[in-house]
């Protein structure tokens, strides 16, 4: 097991994380990274697509549900499937259809033109895809490492992720701002063919165990659903943990999806602010994600979260209030820091308790309990800001982070939401 400082293990100056880059790790790491930096890229494109043409927040609303909806409808199939089947080539399917669509949706807006109609479907296949792979890359994660390493693991995807998040985003703005968006949304059909020619070379077949001994695919898709269910129910801490983030994603729906919104009315209509704001939560989060190896959050995982979404609710707040740039900046990162704190911890935690062949069903049982107030969220916001502006939506998403944070911490059993190595 590696200690806090990340000292040698063999005496050759290699360090577990280091080790942890070889083999199938290190494909699902690169993959992570590229899909990363080219989804960034283009969420900061099509956004600035649409509020340009538009300038209407419900329409914003509208392409935030179009991500979000294909998730709360298909992610308990997209966790059967992904416990019944291999978990590899789901991913790579996955990706590449997102290619094809983004590709597409380029070429249609170089040689036609807008057409918010034709975004909101490109989208929705986009997620639906997205909604399959998510399960598939979570699950995977336990199979390609051993659980003394998850949070190193996870902390090295999350924080990558974030990372070329950020990098994207802020690039994204300026080749909006320099290039046009057609060159976003092209460069991220690119990213996706990256990643799938990366996952391809994972060596090896990644079904779960349940599938491999051949009796998951005796059992019904109900079924399989049903057992994920009930492993639910008999886990309390893992059932709060869902059931208390429904509040925090309604009023995190409230603040993130309207970035846009935000940079075009505080520092006016700049698609490179806009990159920016999003990149400074990006680092935030990469930042918050490394830190769970680091200070071995697992252990306390449930006071750690509740008292991060409470902190965060916070920094919302002064978010909103705010009216430069550098307080933005700054807001923002501090804010990120907390949700990748929070986001790396729990998934940690889930992946080391959750037996391997369930693991797919469990965690989209948990996305689509958790997300399903998103959808009534970017509505909310939408309407809000139209009706009151961006400050008044602002401090309301803060002030309910702050009660969810203290509703978590109230939480008898998820207060008791850790995982503990054996000796």
Known sequence: MTNQEGASMDGLGTTP??????????????????????????????????????????????????????????????????????????????????????????????????????????????????????????????????????????????????????????AGGLIVYYLGAVWGLGINSM???????????????????????????????????????????????????????????FFASLFYPFFVVYAAVKFSSNSASYGYLVAAIGMGMALGAILVGRIKASRYAGPLISSSILVAGGIVILFGFSNTLYLSLVAGAIAGIMFGLLNTTYLSTVQALVPTELLARVLSIDSVGSFVAIPAGLAVGGILISARGIVFDYTLAGIGLLLNGILLLSLKEFRKFRFVRES
């Open 17 to 170: 994380r280091r080790k942890l880059l070889v083999g199938g790790f290190g494909n699902l790491f690169a993959s992570t990274t590229a899909a990363a930096f080219g989804g960034s890229v283009s969420a900061v494109a099509v956004n600035w697509i649409v509020y340009s043409y538009t300038h209407n927040a419900l329409y914003i609303a509208y392409l935030g549900m179009a991500g979000i909806v294909p998730g709360i409808l298909l992610g308990l199939l997209a966790g059967v499937i992904a416990d019944r089947y291999d978990r590899k080539m789901l991913m790579v399917t996955s990706d590449v259809v997102r290619m094809i669509s983004m590709g597409f949706l380029a070429l249609f807006f170089h040689f036609v033109g807008f057409s918010y109609p034709l975004i909101l479907a490109i989208m929705v296949v986009v997620y639906t895809f997205s909604t399959f792979f998510q399960p598939a890359s979570q699950a995977i994660l336990p199979m390609l490492v051993d659980k003394e390493t998850l949070e190193d693991a996870n902390g090295m995807l999350q924080g990558s992720f974030y990372v070329f998040q950020a990098i994207g985003s802020a």
């Open 191 to 249: 990213t996706y063919a990256i990643s799938a020619m990366f996952l391809f070379q994972i060596v090896g077949h990644y079904k779960s165990r349940a599938t491999g001994g051949g009796q998951s695919k005796q059992n019904s898709f109900a079924s399989d659903f049903r057992i994920g269910m009930r492993y639910m129910r008999e886990h309390l801490p893992i059932l709060e943990g869902t059931i208390g983030a429904l509040p925090a994603n």
